[in-house]
């Protein structure tokens, strides 16, 4: 069994690693600017791509999700599934909520991308295929995302039953729905209002 201090370090060292987010830096690098300060605000591929151009999404999507796996993968073979699992749940909230840039991060799509590649990627392209056609249905990535990630728990109970795969499941969910679920709230009060 793992240590209090292995688990409490991996956590704080994964939330770290998620939370340098690769649109900041490379807008920052790249263009002198601040990601956060142009379109939706917030420092993830899609931003990064509509308003600094697919070079520079191409490359945060690369940063993000390699971050992802990498610390997970880590985690992973350092103390096992458990602690991988903590340590992805902690890189997404990093990328999402970020210490350094005021919590003011991504939408964890990429991250998410990375950790789960590391933790389960069989969970990989049902997931992507069930995204895209989300997307395509509804027309809204966030709405699209919000239902995608509300499937994991279904899968990994499926798949696995009870355990760390259905918890890695759970918090991804649950992260995802704290990021996406107010902007899904605001979509449909517009809506709404405009009937």
Known sequence: MLSWTVILTGIFMAYA???LAGGH???KILYNADVRQVGSGNAGTMNVLRNLGIAAGIMTFIWDTAKGFLVVTLGLKGGGAELGVLMALAAVAGHNWPLYWRFQGGKGLATSLGVALAVYPAAVPPGAALMGLLTFLTRNTDLATLLTFSALPIYFWWREGPGCYL?????????????????????????????
């Open 167 to 195: 918890a890695f499941g759970l918090g991804l969910a649950a992260i995802m729905l704290l990021r996406h679920g107010p902007l899904v709230i605001s979509l449909f009060y517009n809506l709404k209002e405009r009937r």
């Open 25 to 27: 830096f490379l807008s």
């Open 17 to 19: 690693v998620g939370s």
